[in-house]
C-alpha cells in the first residue's frame, strides 16, 4: 500500500524532474536560440511518436501571450498621452449613445463592444493603420459594426465630424445629416468603406478582399505594396459559418496582407459565447489547424512578474483550466474571491500573490487592454510573411462601465447610464467635465492647441491622414468596340443558340477587347463547363498567385486546364458566398483602387439570390458595380434536375434589392443590349449599380431585331408584335424562354380562333415595377405635375386584357398587374421544381403555350366575346384538364 510519505517523495522527485527539463530548455534558449530549441522540441516529439506518444494535432499553445516578454519591442509613443486620447474617445462614444436614447427612446446603439476593443483601435490609429495621402496605398479597415460610436468619436476628435454630427447618431435624416448606426457605404459614401454588420460578412469578405488586392497586383493594374486588410472581429460573430468558411482560402494563398483581430471579450449579446469552454482556444486550433499564424494575445504586462515566478507552468496551467464562464466571473469579482478561487488552486499560484492586495488583483488587466501588449502582436502580424494572421485578443466586455455593465451578460444592450454611472466612467478615464450638467452626458472635446490634438493629429499625419475614408471619384473609362454588341442583332439563322451562349460568347469578346480585356473578371463557382465556358481556361487563364506547378491531365487538349499568375478567371470552387465575396471586391474597386474592374459573377441561378441573398445586399450597400449571370435559371426551362435547382424565385427576390437591375431576356439582341448599357451605365456612367442577368440553357433560333426602341428593351418592356386586327385589345406578355410558348401561344390563336394579340417581350419586371411604382408615388406627392409610367406609355389607357406567362412565380408578373388598365392575369411556376423534361414541366406548371391558349380564351368567354361552345372545343383540341395537378400544392 502506498503511504503518504511514498506519495509526497514521488511528487518531489517528479518535481525536480520537471525542474530538469525546464533549465535544460532555459539554457538552450538563452545560450543557442529560440531555433535551436525548436529543433530539440520537434526532435523530442518525433522520438516520443515513434515510441507510440499519441501526438494527435492539438493546435493549441498554453493560455498565455504568443510573445513573450523577451520577444516584446518597446512601445513607440506616448502611453500617457494616449491614455488621454482613449479615454477621451470612450467618454464621447458612449455619451453619443446615451443621448441618442435620451432623445429618442429606443433608437439604440452600442457602448460595451468599443468599450472592450478601444485599445485595439487606438493602438492601431496611432501606430500602424495607414491612410495613403503619402503616395502608399491606405490600408484596408473592416471596423467591427457595433464599435462605430468609437470610430465617429475618433473622427469627433480629429475635426472630421462636428458635434451636430455626433448628436444625430442614427438620426440619418436630421436637418444637416446624421451618422448611420453601423459601417454603411450606401449611407455615408465618403467616410465607411465596407460594411459589416451582417455577422459574418466582415470575414469572408475581409479574406477575398485581400485575395483580390493580389489578383490586381499580379494582373499589373496596381503597384505591388505593402497595404494591409485589417478586419476587426467579434467572438461571437466567429459562429457565423460564413466566418470561418473561407479560412483556409488565405493561407492556400499565403495573403500575408490580411490580419484578423478578434476581439475575445468572451461574450456575445445575450451572454458567454463558450461559457463551458474556451473561445480563444476553440478559435487557436481552428486557426492553426486552417494554417494561419496565430498571435495569442492573452495578459496584460501586469501579468509578467507572475509568469516570471511561474517556472513551474502551474499559473499557465491554471489559465488553461478555466472556462470562459468563469473567467468572466473574476471581471465582476472582489480580489478575495480571485486570489481563493483563481490563484488558491495551486499553493505555488497562490504564494506568487501573497504580496499582493485584493484591489491590486482586481486590476490585473487582460491583453487586449494593454497597448504595449497589443502593439507588439500587431508588429509582428504586419512583418509576418508567407501568410495571414490572426490575433486572438482577450479583453472585457463594457470594459470601464462599472456596474452599469462591466462584464455583465447585460451589457450588450446597455444604452442608458445615469447620473451616477456617468460620474464613475468620468471618474475612472479622468475625463475633465464637472458634475454640472453631466447628467446629459455632454460631448468633451480638448482644445485645438492642447497636447492631444497635436499628438493625435501629427501620429495621424505621419500615417498618411484620416481613416475611415471611402473615395468616391469617377475612373476614366472607354466603352468597349460597339460591334462585339451590334453582331446580335442578326438573326441567327437556322442555328438554335441559347442565351448562356450568347452571353459567353460576349465575354470572350469583352476579355480580348482594347478597352476593357483586362478589367474583365469572370468569376464561377466551379461551374463554367456547365455554362459552356471551358474555352476561356486556355484563352484567359484561372487565376493563381503560383502559376502552374503542375502538368494538367488535359495538357494535350485545346481548352486544358490553364492556371496562370495572370490568369482572369477567379475560379472559386463550390462557394457562392467566396464567389460573391471575390464579386464585391471586385465590384468596389474603381473606389478602393480606381480601378474599373468588372465583374462578371455566372452561377446557377438558384444559388445567387436564394442561397447569398445576404452577400448581395450588402454588396449594395458596399456600392458595387458589375454582373451577376444567374444561368441555368427559369423553372422549366432548366429540365432534368429538379426541385433544388430550377429557379423560379430569384426575379421576385431581386425585386427587393434597390442597387439591383433584373432582366429576365429571352432573344441574343436583348442580351447583347442590356450588357452594353450595364457597362455604359456602371462603368461610363459610374452609377453603384449591379445588374442581373438571367441566362438560359434552352436552345431555339434567334430573331433579328426587330425595328423597336434600344430603350424600351432597356426599360424592361416592348412590343414584339403589333397585330392591327387585335378587335379585343388583347395582349400576351412573355419573358425568358416562356416568350417562346407565348408566341407560340400567339399563333394558335391567330391561326386556330381567328385571335389577334398583340406580343410583348418583357426584359425587366423589376424596372416596369420600379418605373410605375416611382410614377405613382410621384403624381400622389404631386398636385398638378403628372407623370407616365413606361408602362402606360406603351400601352395607352384603353382597357384591355392582359396574360403575361413567366417561368418565375406569379408574383413577379403581378406585382405590375395593378399599373395595367384593364385585366391582367399572370401565368408562372409556383411550387416546387420536378425532374422532368422542359415540356412535362411547362404543363405541369400551366406555362406552355397550350395553357397560355387555354387561359386567354376562358377569359374571353368570362368577358363574353367568345362562346361556349368555342371553349368546349378549344379543351378537347388543346386537352386541357380540370383535375390536374395543383403545382403549387405541398
Ligand atoms: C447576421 C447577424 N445576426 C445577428 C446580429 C445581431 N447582433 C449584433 S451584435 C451581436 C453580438 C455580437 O457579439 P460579438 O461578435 O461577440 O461582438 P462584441 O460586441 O462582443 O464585440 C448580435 C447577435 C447581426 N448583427 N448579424
Ligand atoms: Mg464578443
Request: charged fraction near 25%; aromatic fraction near 10%.
Amino acid at each position: 500500500m502506498q503511504t503518504d510519505m511514498d506519495t509526497n517523495d514521488l511528487a518531489r522527485d517528479q518535481e525536480t524532474e520537471n525542474r530538469e527539463w525546464i533549465d535544460s530548455i532555459d539554457y538552450i534558449i538563452e545560450n543557442e536560440g529560440y531555433e535551436r530549441a525548436k529543433e530539440i522540441l520537434l526532435l523530442l516529439q518525433t522520438r516520443s511518436q515513434m515510441k507510440g506518444i499519441d501526438f494527435t494535432y492539438q493546435g493549441n499553445t498554453p493560455y498565455i501571450n504568443t510573445i513573450p516578454v523577451s520577444k516584446e519591442s518597446p512601445y513607440p509613443g506616448s502611453r500617457e498621452m494616449e491614455r488621454k486620447i482613449k479615454s477621451i474617445i470612450r467618454w464621447n462614444a458612449m455619451a453619443m449613445v446615451v443621448r441618442a436614447n435620451k432623445e429618442s427612446e429606443g433608437i439604440g446603439g452600442h457602448i460595451s463592444t468599443y468599450a472592450s476593443s478601444a485599445t485595439l483601435y487606438e493602438v492601431g490609429f496611432n501606430h500602424f493603420f495607414r491612410g495613403g495621402d503619402e503616395g502608399q496605398l491606405p490600408d484596408m479597415i473592416y471596423f467591427q459594426g457595433h464599435a462605430s460610436p468609437g470610430i465617429y468619436a475618433r473622427s469627433f476628435l480629429e475635426g472630421r465630424l462636428t458635434e451636430k454630427d455626433l448628436e444625430n447618431f442614427r438620426r440619418e435624416l436630421k436637418p444637416g445629416g446624421g451618422l448611420s448606426s453601423y459601417p454603411h457605404p450606401r449611407s455615408m459614401e465618403n467616410y465607411w468603406q465596407f460594411p459589416t454588420v451582417s455577422m459574418g460578412l466582415g470575414p469572408i469578405t475581409a479574406i477575398y478582399q485581400a485575395r483580390f488586392n493580389r489578383y490586381l497586383e499580379d494582373k499589373g493594374l496596381i503597384p505591388k505594396s505593402d497595404q494591409k486588410v485589417w478586419a476587426f472581429l467579434g467572438d461571437g460573430e466567429m459562429d457565423e459559418p460564413e466566418s470561418m468558411g473561407a479560412l483556409t482560402l488565405a493561407s492556400r494563398e499565403e495573403l500575408d496582407n490580411l490580419i484578423f483581430v478578434v476581439n475575445c471579450n468572451l461574450q456575445r449579446l445575450d451572454g458567454p459565447v463558450r461559457g463551458n469552454g474556451s473561445i480563444v482556444q476553440e478559435l487557436e486550433s481552428a486557426f492553426h489547424g486552417a494554417g494561419w499564424n496565430v498571435i495569442k494575445v492573452m495578459h496584460g504586462q501586469d501579468w509578467d512578474p507572475l509568469f516570471e515566478k511561474d517556472k513551474d507552468g502551474l499559473l499557465a496551467r491554471r489559465f488553461g483550466e478555466l472556462v470562459d464562464g468563469q473567467r468572466q466571473r473574476y471581471i465582476i469579482s472582489t480580489g478575495d474571491y480571485i486570489r481563493k478561487d483563481f490563484f488558491g488552486k495551486y499553493g505555488q499560484t497562490l504564494k506568487m500573490v501573497e504580496h499582493y492586495s485584493d484591489e491590486q488583483l482586481v486590476k490585473l488587466s487582460r491583453g487586449g487592454h494593454d497597448p504595449l501588449k497589443v502593439y507588439n502582436a500587431y508588429k509582428e502580424a504586419v512583418n509576418h510573411r508567407g501568410g495571414p494572421t490572426v490575433i486572438l485578443t482577450s479583453t472585457v466586455k463594457g470594459y470601464g462601465l462599472g456596474e452599469a455593465g462591466e462584464g455583465r451578460n447585460i451589457t450588450h444592450q446597455q444604452k442608458k447610464l445615469n447620473e451616477d454611472e456617468l460620474k464613475y466612467f468620468r471618474g475612472r478615464f479622468g475625463i475633465p467635465i464637472s458634475d454640472e450638467g453631466i447628467g446629459k452626458a455632454p460631448f468633451y472635446k480638448p482644445a485645438e492647441d492642447s497636447e492631444e490634438m497635436k499628438y493625435l493629429l501629427e501620429k495621424r499625419q505621419k500615417l498618411g491622414g484620416f481613416l475611415p475614408k471611402r473615395v468616391s471619384e469617377k475612373v476614366r473609362f472607354e466603352m468597349p468596340d460597339h460591334n462585339i454588341f451590334e453582331e446580335f442583332s442578326k438573326d441567327s439563322g437556322d442555328k438554335d443558340v441559347a442565351t448562356t451562349m450568347v452571353l459567353v460568347q460576349i465575354l470572350t469578346k469583352l476579355l480580348k477587347d482594347k478597352n476593357v480585356g483586362k478589367l474583365i473578371v469572370p468569376i464561377v463557382p466551379d461551374e463554367s463547363r456547365t455554362f459552356g465556358m471551358d474555352s476561356l481556361f486556355r484563352q484567359v487563364g484561372i487565376y493563381s498567385h503560383k502559376g502552374q506547378l503542375y502538368e494538367p491531365v488535359d495538357r494535350d487538349s485545346l481548352m486544358y486546364y490553364k492556371e496562370a499568375v495572370d490568369g482572369a478567371i477567379l475560379e472559386e470552387g463550390i462557394n457562392e458566398a467566396g464567389s460573391m465575396s471575390s464579386f464585391i471586391a471586385a465590384g468596389i474597386s474603381h473606389s478602393t483602387h480606381g480601378v474599373n474592374a468588372i465583374p462578371f459573377f455566372i452561377f446557377y441561378s438558384m444559388f445567387g439570390f436564394q442561397r447569398v441573398g445576404d452577400l448581395i445586399w450588402a454588396a449594395g450597400d458596399v456600392r458595387a458595380r458589375g454582373f451577376m449571370i444567374g444561368g441555368t435559371s427559369g423553372r422549366t426551362t432548366l429540365a432534368g434536375e429538379g426541385l433544388q435547382h430550377q429557379d423560379g424565385n430569384s426575379h421576385l427576390l431581386a425585386l427587393t434589392y434597390p442597387s439591383v437591375k433584373a432582366y429576365d431576356p429571352t432573344f441574343a439582341y436583348e442580351v447583347a443590349i442590356i450588357v452594353e448599357e450595364g457597362i455604359k451605365e456602371m462603368y461610363l456612367e459610374g452609377k453603384d449599380v449591379i445588374y442581373y442577368i438571367t441566362v438560359m440553357n434552352e436552345k431555339y433560333p434567334m430573331p433579328a431585331k426587330p425595328p423597336c426602341t434600344k430603350e424600351h428593351i432597356l426599360k424592361g418592356m416592348y412590343q414584339f408584335r403589333y397585330e392591327e386586327n387585335n378587335v379585343h385589345n388583347l395582349n400576351m406578355l412573355g419573358s425568358g424562354a416562356i416568350l417562346n410558348e407565348v408566341i407560340k401561344a400567339a399563333d394558335i390563336l391567330k391561326g386556330d380562333y381567328d385571335i389577334h394579340p398583340h406580343v410583348w417581350s418583357v426584359t425587366s419586371y423589376k424596372n416596369l415595377y420600379d418605373d410605375a411604382r416611382e410614377v405613382v408615388r410621384y403624381n400622389t406627392l404631386n398636385t398638378d405635375k403628372k407623370k407616365e409610367s413606361h408602362i402606360r406609355f406603351l400601352v395607352g389607357d384603353q382597357p384591355g386584357l392582359f396574360i403575361a406567362a413567366t417561368d418565375y412565380v406569379k408574383a413577379l408578373p403581378l406585382s405590375v398587374a395593378t399599373y395595367f388598365p384593364g385585366q391582367f392575369l399572370a401565368l408562372g411556376t409556383d411550387g416546387f421544381g420536378l425532374s422532368e423534361t422542359r415540356a412535362a414541366l411547362r404543363d405541369h406548371f400551366e406555362v406552355d403555350a397550350k395553357h397560355i391558349v387555354w387561359t386567354t380564351l376562358m377569359r374571353l368567354r368570362d368577358n363574353g366575346k367568345i362562346d361556349d361552345s368555342v371553349l368546349a372545343a378549344a379543351r378537347k383540341k388543346l386537352g386541357i384538364r380540370s383535375d390536374k395537378i395543383n403545382p403549387a400544392a405541398v
